[in-house]
């Protein structure tokens, strides 16, 4: 921290003398020289304080989901197993008939696979594209285990006719190279078709669209919520003596600094139909036992308890700004004949835009990744994508398509926090 | 916030429904979090106030769920409760073991968060700091990038750390960091950083650099003027920061159900299991004891805050 | 970059470090009443006998965390309770310790394991331990004199209001579908193998899609029949006695269109203790130890020897035979799980089913 030459003072000194010549420092050197010289120590040693955290970040943060990412568009499940026939897909153009060394690669590649118990790994990954295949795989991979002989092609199909669909083998033709994009194309809804064009698949399976425009959509409604609930509470707690607004914000922190399972359990416990608040409702005879209302397990559950957990991001910056804006203004258009209403509406709201944006922002950069609460309160309907990612991850275990849906959610979400930067700068984030 | 003299009949109106609005708003923040509190207490194995609770009956409430959190997972509960039930208690019981691996985990994660973040905190605050934009935004991004997609990256890389060697053309083998308690440590650091980032540089903000030359000019080296001048400074902001990755740490349940083992079964972990597998009271137990940290927490960091204001000379809004 | 690899080999170190060994076997299983009677029946027995330490983790199902430690060569468990088709799927991607039926325990009469096996109980890397259905139970206070029967009765909001509770999967919700619009058990997968049929599956199911809750793990069914969150639900019928017995809940098994599967130990290979680990799986596979299990959970044991063996619940006064879903009259309408049919489909039907839920 302790400079031997002040960068900023000696550049304040140079300019108030404005001399002729080079000037020189006590020790001779040309100043200009000896300040580019200080200034680059600086710059380094500030780099230097920083250095450890960053390598830390990059290796436990960056590295680890860039290697995920590299999933969404490489799987070599068939490529790495199946050499041969890989070999020949890539010798013979697209539409080429399987000839007799297609056949023989095939039948070869198939045994040794079954040899080296990876035959699942192959099934399982041309059953990605093609559903229905992995026992195609399986079943000739048990049957071929102990040795096939010529010819190919009749043994093959012997054991299943399947084997000559021209599907199969545009599907094993994707699959013969470890890049590919029909990851994408299925976190799209799409698919290709035998001749390897891209087509929308069916409407019965269409589901990650629409989970993506529900995701967007209740990030949106949960943003407004927060935004209406929060502005009245921010605006008070901005205009309130500090003495008393300080009591009130600790009814603010306290859900902040709260668990967020806590927070989650307590909303099961409140909205179940045996619950708290239709308890309530019955007592107060607003609704009938039997008509308990049904206010979790469903979107309304997420809603409910998402805008509850992320009602502080939006009240904190929205307060911090509030609490900079000069009562005297207000006081002065009312002075001049406009009513209270258009005071707001033309004076004060606007002087909130930076908070209200910022706590927007927040909050839906925030909303649009979330899981734990979806996960636990959403029942069916309020699931959001990070679910789907969950479920791919742990259940399905097709991990390039998690990726695939992670690449999409991660690049949404860096396009939202490259504008919160822009718009609000990360350095004005706040906590408490 | 008073009503001016000359406002009308609606907005009085109008002023005094506000205030209403607001009183509903603090409730709806702060009911869900304290009617969790009595109902830990309650005699019967539901989520809703009993008669005999609502009548204050002393029948209607009972400490079985706080005694549930000690005995599940116990080798002999039902024996006499001396000093060996208390050492089997220690050693076994599940929500025990799992406030142990939390307490571990979240305070090596917040020593290593705390040093890192501090020391890039001193460096992102100085004016020569090159890029300094970019690299608050990468530092920060742990914090914005969903976690599903953070601990699904970690999943992938802790479980063979060593595949990035493979892109330098090397191919060494070495361990794992999933399943043990260094890999869940470096996960929570990471996801802790960001806290401490924002909160040290906002102390730092109204530092006065000038105390520094100061305190160089009067012969102190770089080391003693960090130690005698800038530490004791922004130490408050540190001890914040440190609370706040503490209580990431403390709170994270998906990174945890990514990598931990059966070893690192911390608090949220095993609440997220009792609230998939069977919501008992004593879920509840559980969260009114956190609840009771939360509140402890949040009075040390109000504390922290007031007092480096004072020592920063910035007199509160 | 050398700061990268310097910085990348001592975190490695560290965590070889951490993996120190003592004796002790994690065992991954399904939670609740079920973990219990494992504990109860194996690993306190297994404890006392070896000095080996049971660590016993709960999971939605076993075979989640299995395939991912898998797939992600992070092996934590030892021996993980899992279905037959996950077995088989996993055996055949080269995942699972094989296991010769020759190293198990033989029946109390010298019958070698081979035999005493129910048929189907024992495979390439995985031995069976239980017998287990998916039934429907209802909550006997709903519906008076005239309470529900059939798999179609489920499927009767009229008749039968209120709401359902029904597993998220669509293994588990299809061939119920099926048997309530008139599928014979037996003719369950031809139907499902064409597209009209898994069509007509989802046209059920729609019926009562709007009052359905969906659970995830064994034990919710019964918390949201205990809680009154729904009249009736499927589950695990040993979750339903336990529930019905121990803790004397009115709630009623309706065994018609009951889903049988078995439940099966296998050993993933890399596995931390691989020795204790195929010490327990012969220790808890062997006849006494199957026949004990019955004592603590309806399930049905997966040796014939075991079947005599088994008596009286816990209580000491229940008789199992009545509630164990391997009992003849149970099996009448019985849909037997096929994993061969599962492994090729789950990932499809899996997808469909969530773009089900999501319309």
């Avoid at chain 1, 509470?233 to 009130?248: D, F």
Wanted: charge should be negative; glycine fraction near 6%; proline fraction near 6%.
């Amino acid at each position: 921290m302790a400079h031997s030459l002040d960068p900023q003072g000696a550049a304040v000194t140079a300019s108030e003398i404005a001399p002729e010549g080079p000037l020189r420092t006590a020790d001779g050197q040309p100043l200009a020289r000896a300040l580019a010289r200080s200034q680059a120590r600086a710059r380094r040693q500030a780099f230097l304080l920083v250095l450890p955290l960053l390598l830390f970040v990059l290796i436990t943060f960056v590295v680890p989901i860039g290697q995920m990412l590299q999933r969404s568009v490489k799987n070599d499940g068939f490529s790495a197993n199946m050499p041969q026939i890989s070999a020949w897909f890539a010798e013979n153009p697209p539409g080429t008939e399987p000839d007799a060394a297609a056949w023989q690669a095939l039948a070869l590649d198939l045994q040794a696979a079954a040899e080296a118990r990876s035959i699942g790994v192959v099934g399982t990954r041309i059953n990605y594209d093609m559903p229905g295949t992995r026992s195609l795989f399986t079943s000739a991979g048990r049957q071929v285990r102990r040795g096939i002989e010529p010819p190919y092609r009749e043994k093959l199909l012997e054991m299943d006719e399947d084997w000559a669909d021209p599907q199969l083998w545009s599907v094993m033709r994707q699959a013969s190279t470890p890049y590919t994009a029909n990851f994408y194309l299925a976190a799209m809804d799409m698919t290709r078709d035998e001749a390897g064009n891209i087509v929308r698949v069916e409407e019965q399976q269409r589901v990650y669209l629409m989970l993506f425009m529900r995701t967007l959509w209740l990030s949106l409604l949960i943003t407004f919520t927060t935004f209406v609930l929060g502005f009245p509470v921010a605006h008070l707690l901005a205009t309130l003596p500090m003495r008393k607004s300080n009591l009130l914000m600790i009814l603010v922190l306290l859900p902040f600094w709260t668990s967020l399972l806590v927070r989650t359990t307590a909303w099961m416990v409140l909205l179940q139909q045996q619950g708290v608040i239709n308890d309530v409702f019955v007592w107060l005879g607003i609704i009938n036992d039997s008509q308990r209302l049904q206010m979790i397990y469903n979107q309304t559950g997420t809603i409910i308890a998402m805008t509850h957990i992320l009602l502080p991001f939006m009240i904190l910056p929205l307060y911090s700004v509030m609490r900079t804006i000069n009562p005297s203004y207000v006081r002065a258009a009312r002075s001049l004949g406009a009513t209270s209403w258009t005071a707001f509406r033309r004076i004060y709201f606007p002087q909130t835009l930076p908070g209200l944006g910022a706590g927007a922002l927040l909050v839906f950069i925030l909303a649009v990744g979330y899981y734990i609460t979806p996960a636990l309160v959403g029942g069916s309907s309020g699931q959001l994508i990070s679910n789907l990612i969950a479920m791919h991850m742990t259940r399905t275990l097709n991990w390039s398509m998690a990726a695939a849906l992670a690449a999409m959610l991660l690049g949404g979400v860096l396009i939202l926090y490259w504008l919160y930067d822009r718009l609000v700068g990360i350095d004005n984030l706040k906590l408490g | 916030m008073a009503l001016p003299k000359y406002a009308s009949t609606t907005e009085r109106i109008w002023h005094y429904t506000y205030l209403v609005l607001c009183g509903a708003i603090f409730f709806f923040l702060i009911a869900p979090i304290v009617v969790v509190i009595p109902l830990s207490f309650n005699a019967e194995p539901y989520f809703t106030f009993t008669d005999e609770m609502l009548a204050f009956d002393p029948e209607g409430y009972s400490l079985r769920w706080y005694d549930s959190l000690l005995t599940f997972g116990m080798a002999n509960p039902d024996a006499p409760r001396d000093g060996s039930w208390w050492a089997d208690a220690w050693a076994n019981a599940k929500w025990i073991k799992a406030a142990k691996s939390s307490v571990i985990i979240g305070v090596f994660s917040t020593i290593l968060a705390t040093c890192l973040g501090t020391l890039a905190a001193l460096g992102l605050s100085r004016p020569e700091m090159p890029y300094r934009r970019a690299i608050m935004a990468v530092l920060i991004s742990p914090m914005i990038v969903p976690i599903i997609i953070t601990a699904t990256g970690m999943f992938f890389f802790y479980s063979n750390p060593c595949e990035l060697l493979t892109w330098f053309g090397l191919s060494p083998q070495c361990g794992k960091l999933a399943g043990t308690y260094l890999g869940v440590i470096l996960a929570h650091a990471t996801l802790g950083i960001p806290f401490v980032i924002i909160t040290v540089t906002a102390t730092l903000v109204g530092f006065d650099q000038s105390l520094n030359r100061a305190a160089a000019s009067l012969g102190a080296n770089p080391r003693r003027t960090f130690f005698r001048i800038t530490m004791p400074l922004i130490l408050p902001g540190v001890i914040s920061g440190a609370l706040f990755a503490f209580v990431t740490s403390f709170d994270e349940v998906v990174a945890v159900l990514f990598i931990a083992g059966p070893d690192q079964q911390t608090i949220p972990r095993q609440m997220w299991n009792g609230i998939r597998e069977q919501i008992s009271p004593a879920i509840l137990a559980v969260a009114t004891l956190l609840v009771i940290f939360s509140i402890a927490l949040l009075t040390t960091v109000e504390l922290l805050r007031r007092r480096s204001e004072k020592l920063r000379g910035i007199t509160p809004h | 970059m050398q700061k990268t690899i310097v910085l990348t080999s001592a975190l490695c170190g560290f965590g070889l470090a951490a993996q120190a060994q003592n004796q002790e076997v994690n065992v991954v299983s399904w939670g609740g009443a079920y973990e219990r009677s494992q504990v109860e029946a194996y690993n306190i027995p297994f404890a006392k006998k070896t000095g080996i330490k049971v660590n016993m983790l709960a999971a939605d199902n076993p075979a989640t965390p299995l395939k991912a430690q898998v797939e992600a060569g992070n092996i934590t468990g030892d021996v993980f309770d899992i279905e037959v088709s996950d077995a088989i799927r996993l055996c055949d991607e080269g995942a699972l310790v094989e296991i010769d039926p020759a190293d198990l325990p033989p029946a109390p009469d010298g019958t070698p394991a081979a035999e005493d096996f129910i048929p189907g109980a024992l495979r390439e890397c995985a031995v069976a331990n239980i017998f287990w259905g998916t039934v429907i139970a209802f909550d006997t206070t709903k519906f008076g004199d005239n309470p529900p029967a059939t798999a179609a009765d489920f499927f009767d909001l009229e008749k039968f209001p209120g709401k359902r509770g029904l597993p998220r999967n669509p293994k588990r919700t299809l061939y119920l579908a099926l048997i309530a619009d008139g599928v014979a058990a037996d003719a369950i997968y031809d139907t499902l193998d064409t597209p009209e049929g898994v069509d007509r599956a989802f046209a059920r199911l729609d019926t009562i899609k709007n009052d359905v809750v969906w659970w995830d793990a064994g034990a919710q069914p019964v918390q949201l029949l205990a809680d009154g969150e729904v009249s009736m639900a499927t589950g695990y019928n040993g979750r339903f006695f336990d529930a019905m017995v121990s803790e004397g809940k009115p709630f009623q098994i309706i065994w018609d269109g009951q889903y049988m599967d078995l439940d099966m130990f296998a050993i993933p290979k890399g596995s931390p203790n691989p020795e204790a680990a195929m010490a327990y799986l012969k220790f808890a596979t062997d006849t006494q130890r199957l026949a004990d299990q019955a004592r603590y959970i309806a399930y049905g044991p997966s040796r014939k020897s075991s079947a005599a063996l088994v008596g009286l619940y816990q209580d000491g006064k229940t008789e199992m035979g009545p509630h164990m879903p391997t009992n003849p009259e149970h099996m009448t309408t019985a849909v037997m799980d096929d994993p061969e049919w599962w492994a090729d489909h789950d990932a499809e039907m899996v997808e469909r089913f969530n773009a089900w839920l999501a319309n």
